[in-house]
């Protein structure tokens, strides 16, 4: 959402006698940016939480049906382990939303708090999930447990570098812009209700 558009609403506001209609054009514009920041963060929750456990899935499924590498049990316990700590940081996340009024200015604060929390999330399930791929790829090494194709360890270690790298360019291109567009707002916000 671009704050030039809600600064331009707001300063129809100050010069218009139809208040109400401005602040509901206002109000209109933080409802749409507070559901998008939603549903970008419920989405990157669910698609990190279900492919962890998708990928937890596929490694405890190949001693299953190939009767060999047990250890890969362990692994997936790992994933399985590194799913349920994202979906319980999701379910605090969710009752934390809770505690945030429904004026203006406290929809704006949730959106803030939830591009916040989407730029946290970003870093903190990066390092949820990679630990327990650095975790096995260290024991594949060290153990040489699993005779694993040249490509398919270079796809892991590619996938270990790649995941923090494309999180951090996703926060700092996308949710940090939002963020401050927001927090732009709120300042304008209370200081136009400082001045009435």
Avoid: N
């Avoid at 698609?47 to 362990?74: D, N, R, W």
């Amino acid at each position: 959402m671009d704050f030039s558009r809600f600064q331009m609403i707001w300063d129809e506001q100050e010069k218009d006698s139809l208040f109400a209609i401005d602040r509901a054009a206002l109000s209109e514009l933080v409802g749409k940016a507070g559901r998008k920041a939603r549903l970008d963060l419920r989405a990157f929750e669910y698609v990190t939480m279900l492919s962890i456990l998708g990928i937890a899935i596929a490694v405890a499924s190949e001693p299953f049906f190939e009767k060999h590498e047990y250890f890969q049990y362990y692994e997936a316990a790992l994933f399985l382990a590194a799913a349920v700590a994202m979906f319980v940081r999701h379910r605090q996340r969710a009752r934390e939303e809770a505690r945030f009024d429904t004026s203006l200015c406290g929809e704006v604060d949730l959106t803030i708090w939830r591009l916040e929390s989407l730029a946290m999330r970003l870093r903190e399930y990066c390092w949820i999930a990679l630990t327990p791929m650095i975790l096995t790829g260290l024991v594949r090494i060290v153990f040489q447990l699993a005779s694993k194709p040249l490509w398919l360890q270079l796809a892991w270690a590619a996938l270990m570098v790649l995941t923090p790298i494309g999180m951090h360019k996703i926060a700092r291109e996308k949710v940090q812009p939002q963020l401050r567009s927001m927090k732009a707002l709120r300042e304008t916000l209370r200081g136009g209700e400082a001045s009435q």
